[in-house]
């Protein structure tokens, strides 16, 4: 039983792209459903949750592809209502079984996308392979066992471009945030991240002159993306990945969102300007 006030999104739910993904991550995603919603079902449902779960904020509201069950988007998560809101579902997915579809996860990767374009990448460090044809964004947080496997996997990838966004979590890595800052303040960012990534060599100490860095800002942008793991990356069709998930899961998306490397110029990484669930 949830006591009064209790956060019911706390609760195990469907998450936003936040764990690894297979290739079927970056295929089309069927719509939710083709019946309008009842703007007035939708209002119910928002006010109602919002009221018994305070702090929750409804961000979106559609019919599900069950009659009479809704989908009701929170913080990144997918959870099902019916119209009054005194009914539930928290946690599972909803199967197509005639396809084998699992359409819950392919409703998080349609809301999960975003314009690849508008992210900041004055403030990611960047990482080119071969000739960088192909775009990877990644929120890592330096001190994450998960992103030092991701940079293992990437340094095997030919031809893209990598936008490392630094995203230390302190509650897990009490110097996350000191590592973040000491790495974006090096006179090279990317050789510092990789070494620190994937030899546990430590960046110089910043130097006085240096006494801001991205990481605030990217936090705000992390919350407004649902980003709540790392490694948590995005490819150029927007599409979301996160974990650190094998070379070839990963070459196949990137074929998917930007094609295949090219045949011409190998692709050994090129030396930097980079950025690897965490949560």
Known sequence: MLAAGAS??????KPAAGTAKSEAAAQPSPAASTTPMNPEIAATIKKTLDSRFPGTTVTGVEPSPLPGLYEVYVGGKIYYSDASADHVVVGGSI?????????TDARLQELGTIDFKSLPFDKAIKIVHGNGSRQLAAFEDPDCPFCQKLEQELATIKDTTVY???FPIDTLHPQASKHAHEIWCAPDRAAAWTSWLTQRKAPPA????????PTGELAKLGDKLFIDGTPTMFLANGHRVGGAIPTDQLE???VASSGPPSNSGAGAPTAPSRAPANR
């Open 164 to 166: 490392v966004f630094l």
């Open 95 to 103: 199967i197509d079984t005639r396809t084998k579809t699992d359409l």
């Open 252 to 254: 196949k998306l990137l």
């Open 8 to 13: 019911l999104w706390a609760a195990d739910a």
């Open 206 to 213: 910043a130097s006085g002159s240096c006494q801001k860095d």
